[in-house]
């Protein structure tokens, strides 16, 4: 995506540069931290050296590496990694919570690299709001208080302001807790007060570093439902950090699988546990359940017109997982049709369906992942 160096960057109001933009545009992005970070970059041999060799030669950790990527609006794009890998610095990077070493960052066709102070905070509060981990909430203050913190330093009257943070407040689920103090609250409802604030400001994108992963696992799948439903009712964009890979599968739309700071794969979730990149992602999602993550689309056969069993079954969609598939064969008997829009577009049976649970491609699958 180019730089869209026609966009003004001292208007007030973002113009998208077209209706198709994506959110975020990131071109060979690197950040790297330590005496003369700025050299690493451009220097072939410097970058040619893995982490370790590059910290003992010049004493600097490259935390992100030459990566591009681009966020579509309303979709939730998931990075992934393991703890060091570079998530929380690619993500600060986006909105200048960390300084970019080189490359490029912009927002609906604006380069945030060239923003000044004012627009950088406006950027900040108005269209990407980040969750972070641990809440970071005003312990005095109640929960519509809190929620309502974002829209105070945005110079929103007192009223509208209450107002607003009720509806948010309600929105996550907390409606009648909204005079409580945040120490009053369990750590899941802290969460939610977190999410609201960042709603609250009605951002263009919610950006999410673990804000999960000190919740328990019952609450943590709450809150991981709760980002569902909201990103189902409102389209919202987001941007969504997590080391946990069910998590990531749940969550996004797309995921961006990083290790030593490098994007090694970008893909959708059936992509990644589908074809995998290379052995550390086939590694990392070995023991993932291939049937909740592969859809039908991927696993069919084309129908057979000798076998009058191929008309006969059930009807799925495109996009459901090989184990609603499953449910459905298991149930009639006969193998699931692919339906879309009225038209058949091929069969699963049970062999085809076993060989997804069992990672072999069974004969005539039309296979490869697809979309
Ligand atoms: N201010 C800093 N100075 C030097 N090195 C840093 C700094 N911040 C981060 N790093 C290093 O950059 C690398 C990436 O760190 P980052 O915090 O982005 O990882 P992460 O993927 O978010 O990890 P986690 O899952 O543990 O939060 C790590 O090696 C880290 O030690
Ligand atoms: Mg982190």
Known sequence: MSEAATTPRTGSVPEPATSAAPVFSVQNLWKVFGPKCEQVPGDPELTALDPAELRERTGCTAAVRDVSFEVNKGEV???MGLSGSGKSTLVRCLTRLIEPTSG?????????LAMDKARLRELRRHRASMVFQHFGLLPHRTVLDNVAYGLEIQ?????????RAAE???KVGLEGLEARKPGQLSGGQQQRVGLARALAADPEVLLFDEPFSALDPLIRRDMQE????LHREEGRTMVFITHDLSEALKLGDRIALMRDGRVVQLGTPEEIVGSPADD???????D????????????MRPVDPASSDDE???????DATVSEAIEAVARTGFPARVMDDGRCLGVVDQEHLLGVVAGVPARGATGEVVK
């Open 288 to 299: 993932v359940p291939r049937e909740q993550v592969i859809t039908v689309r991927s696993a």
């Open 168 to 170: 948010v407040v309600a």
């Open 226 to 229: 709760e980002v569902v439903r």
């Open 312 to 318: 006969r079954g059930p009807a799925v969609a495109p």
């Open 77 to 79: 794009f998931v990075v």
């Open 104 to 112: 490029s960052v912009a927002i609906d066709g604006e380069d945030v």
């Open 280 to 286: 550390y992602v086939r590694d990392f999602v070995r």
């Open 155 to 163: 110079g929103v009257g007192k009223a509208e302001r209450r107002e």
